[in-house]
């Protein structure tokens, strides 16, 4: 079966530099979750769409904005990057039960 | 404030020695109760979902229960290959919205 697909799977950036997340979710899932989970942390609550429409906002920084496409792809993107950002960062989809893609683990040098 | 609990932090049981992992959680109203294994440096991977107290769900050698402020994660007879982390997520159900609230996990280590 089709599972969320997430890339690029890792990135490594300097600080100040603008990073972007790709979640590809699965066929005819039209709600995107990000999570950002840091080392030894649980995962914690980004930002949600639902049908193209930001539907919830966690604990996002202003440096971060994410956006939800006519394809249902969506993109995180993350600027003026601290070294605080290195983290997995995973997009999970679905209605009720939340799916996770492998997470793209971004390094911040 | 809407928070998860999950204790042992770690567990390490020998293979076949049977355990339970607790999750216990304060909501301002719950829509579901989801637990995940996740193996290192990968995403979660959904388990189960659990609706309302008194629901149990089974799969191979795990088994989840929930109650109105608690839910267990009893494993039978484990397997090497059973080890991981075991996240437990509560959908707080505010807003309308599907947002998860995670616990930070128990560690479990079967050893042979």
């Known amino acids: 079966a089709a599972g969320v697909i997430q890339s690029p799977r890792h990135l490594i950036k300097e600080k100040r530099e603008t990073a972007t997340l790709k979640c590809y979710p699965i066929?005819?899932?039209?709600?995107v979750y990000w999570y950002q989970q840091g080392p030894g942390q649980d995962p914690q609550f980004l930002i949600s769409f639902y049908e193209k429409m930001q539907s919830d906002k966690g604990s996002i920084p202003d440096r971060f904005s994410a956006q939800q496409f006519s394809d249902y792809h969506s993109e995180l993107n993350m600027s003026s990057l601290e070294l605080g950002d290195s983290a997995l960062y995973f997009c999970a989809n679905g209605n009720n039960e939340q799916f996770f893609g492998p997470g793209t683990r971004l390094t911040v040098l | 404030e809407d928070q998860v609990t999950q204790s042992p932090e770690a567990l390490r049981l020998q293979e076949g020695e049977s355990s339970s992992l607790n999750c216990s959680y304060t909501v301002s109203g719950l829509r579901g109760l989801f637990w995940y294994r996740q193996d290192p440096g990968k995403g979660p991977e959904f388990l189960f979902t659990?609706?309302?107290a008194g629901e149990e769900k089974e799969k191979e050698r795990l088994k989840a229960t929930l109650t109105k402020k608690e839910s267990f994660l009893h494993i039978t007879a484990p397997k090497p290959e059973d080890s991981a982390t075991y996240l437990c997520?509560?959908?707080?159900?505010?807003?309308?919205?599907?947002?998860?609230?995670f616990g930070a996990g128990t560690r479990l280590a079967v050893h042979p």
């Open positions: 066929p005819r899932h039209d709600t």
């Open positions: 659990l609706y309302s």
């Open positions: 997520a509560v959908n707080p159900g505010s807003g309308g919205y599907n947002k998860l609230i």
